[in-house]
């Protein structure tokens, strides 16, 4: 038993028994030690508030309480606001149970009115210290210094082509040199800047052409101007990926690597973003806005693909953005999908959208205009596949009100994708589904028409084949699948497949027929989809394939003579040409829908690598080799500003208008024939002077040496006239020639 207070010997505390230093005690340090620094985490400054008395102190207090719970939970005895002579000083401190929901403070109710004249500011008590701490704040106020006003370079000068031709923009990376050229069809592309070690990944431009993006371990920059300055700086550490929203306003950047935050601080994110993997940006401001860590990918439940041990894909993009950037969402796959609104990224009525199983999502393209819908809204789509008895489904969403408008139920599903039509117009379903005895499998697509009385949905079942890709006409009603009848995965030899065309029966007034075949183009090798951004053309190509490289140019309203079979079908197709293009790994059309660029990337293959240059038609322009050859990418134009009367003004006039740039064409064409000539000329002047000069030192040298002016001078003389000159020639002539050997 141990001794009590009143028995205690001296030498039971004894300090030269035992050393302190000796006792390890960092078990009960670590469990019972106070983290000052982690318990501020919870708290957030409040300022901007107004100022009150203590008997409106608490009518403030329970109504500032209705904001800060938005975003968290904090009680009245978690308000602290100072007062000084009975007067509050403007601000309070204000504890949350966790530093995430004080984090969510910041984000969310800093600058958020709080009555007509105040305005919120929320910090981190954290940041007032780290930023605001003595010494770090001068006592003596410094009024700012005001920058001269400087005018900036317009972002979309590129529109304003100086030559007046219209011509496109595009970017080249190759070797470690990144250059924009005008496109000049088939002459020399026209430099405007080449820059060395301009990136260090990759490059991409933004969906409106504003910005060239460069890709650095530090982070992004986005550039652009006349002087191609640079504009923005992200500095997210070696990011993998981004993506930008539609209208330029965000982008959300990756790196498999997660953010480590130094001791001293980072110049743009914050102890946030600490371990984070995603970033969205405001592009205008160059500010983070709220960062994410990666999800955990579901494992696959395909036997064959465990067997094969193979990892999980990244499902990109992670976010996906509305067609008005007005919200921004994120799928927790097989449980839920969340939606954020923009700017101030919290979610959809504080909560997730709850749908078990779901496997993918997208947002429609543009803003729908459903028939009898007249409040604003966006539309996604989702499908769940079959768990336990339930069919797979497919829904149709309407945000905000996370309404569910369409769904359907399908059965023996082992596979969906799912196309929206550009003017979210259509949305197809493709549905791979397999056989009772699971050995076989087919494809249907299920086509909702958006825009029609209660969503209707057409069934196109008259498919047998695996459909291997599917893409929608720009703007229009018709579009080409891709087939094949083996079976789909990576194999030594590319699979034989076939390529139909679909498109809508004539119908009546402006109503939209069922979509009926209209042809379908066997044994062919082709994989890839390109449609002209305009529609009508389409080029059906086979690319990163070791046996084939054709790429097709088909026109589906030829104005040719049109077959007995398509006269109630919205289509005439026509083969314009096939190009080859050996090694062919990428394909792409410029944003007029007048020219195609096919290329053959080092990143793929090292065989023949460089670029081809078509027109719509399929003729070859230009074709160039480039070692070490990376990336082509047309520069995007931001949609026109001409109203539809206008452009449909423009279309009535357009032979006019065609007469004009075609005399401009032959105009050109003549200069440079001039340009030729008079080089040529020019080149046969200094001749010719070359030539008399060279002469006339000849005849100098000549004279000095008591030569006569000419070589033959005096050599020959004229006769004298009316007298005759006899002239003897010796012509000799061979009769036979013999060959005899001599022993």
Known sequence: MAPSFDHLRDADVDEDDYDEDEIDISDLRE????????????????????????????????????????????????????????????????????????????????????????????????????????????????????????????????????????????????????????????????????????????????????????VHQQGVQLWGGASWSRQRRLAHPFVNMLEFSPNEKYVVTWSNRPISIPDEGHPQLSLDEDGKNYVIWEVETAKPLRSFANLDIPATNDSHAASAKQQPKLLWPAFKWSSDDKYVARMTQGSSISVYELPRMGLLDKTTIKIEGVMDFEWAPSTPQREGVKQYEQLFCFWTPEIGSNPAKVGLMSIPSKQIVRSLNLFSVTDAKLHWQSDATYLSVKVDRHSKSKKSQATTLEIFRIKEKGVPVEVVDTIKDTVINFAWEPKGDRFVIITTTEPTGPTAVAPKTSVSFFCPEKAKGMAVGNFKHLRTLDKKNSNAIYWSPRGRFVVIGTVANQQSSDIDFFDLDFEGEKPESDKDLTANLQLMNTADH???????????????????????????????????????????????????????????????????????????????????????????????????????????????????????????????????????????????????????????????IVP
Do not use: C
Not at 43 to 62: A, H, R, S, T, Y
Not at 670 to 677: G, K, P
């Open 582 to 740: 050996y090694g062919v790994t990428d394909i792409a059309w410029d944003p007029s829908g007048r020219f195609v660029a096919s290329w053959a990337s080092v990143w793929k293959h090292t065989m023949e690598n460089g670029y081809h240059v078509y027109d719509f038609k399929g003729e070859l322009l230009r074709e160039e080799p480039v070692d070490k050859f990376r990336q082509w990418l047309w520069r995007p134009r931001p949609p026109t500003l001409l109203t539809k009367d206008e452009q449909k003004q423009i279309r009535k006039n357009l032979r006019e208008y065609s007469k004009t740039f075609e005399q401009e064409d032959a105009e050109r064409g003549a200069s440079a024939d001039l340009a030729v000539v008079e080089a040529r000329r020019r080149l046969l002047g200094e001749w010719m002077a070359w030539r008399e000069s060279v002469e006339a030192e000849l005849e100098d040298e000549r004279l000095a040496r008591g030569l006569p002016k000419h070589p033959v001078e005096g050599d020959t003389k004229s006769p004298e006239s009316g007298e005759e000159q006899v002239i003897e020639e010796i012509v000799e002539e061979v009769l036979e020639e013999g060959e005899e």
């Open 31 to 214: 469990k019972y030690e106070v983290q000052l620094e982690q318990g501020y985490d919870t708290f957030v400054v409040i300022d901007g508030l107004p100022e009150v008395n203590e008997e409106q102190k608490p009518k403030l207090v329970k109504f500032l309480l209705k904001k800060l719970n938005q975003v968290g939970k904090a009680r009245e005895d978690q308000v602290y606001m100072p007062m000084e002579n009975g007067k509050s000083l403007r601000f309070a401190f204000v504890e949350y149970s966790s530093a995430a929901e004080a984090a969510a403070a910041v984000r969310q109710l800093d600058m958020v009115p709080l009555d007509k004249r105040h305005t919120l500011r929320v910090n981190k008590m954290t940041d007032v210290d780290r930023y605001g701490r003595e010494g770090r704040v001068d006592e003596n106020y410094v009024p700012p210094k005001i920058e001269e006003f400087a005018e900036k370079e317009h972002l979309r000068s590129f529109l304003a082509d100086p030559s007046g031709r219209g011509r496109d923009q595009f970017a080249m990376y190759r070797g470690d040199i990144v250059g924009v050229f005008w496109n000049n069809e088939r002459d020399a592309p026209e430099n405007i800047v080449d820059r060395q070690h301009w990136t260090e990944s990759f490059i991409a431009w933004s969906p409106l052409g504003t910005y060239l993006v460069s």
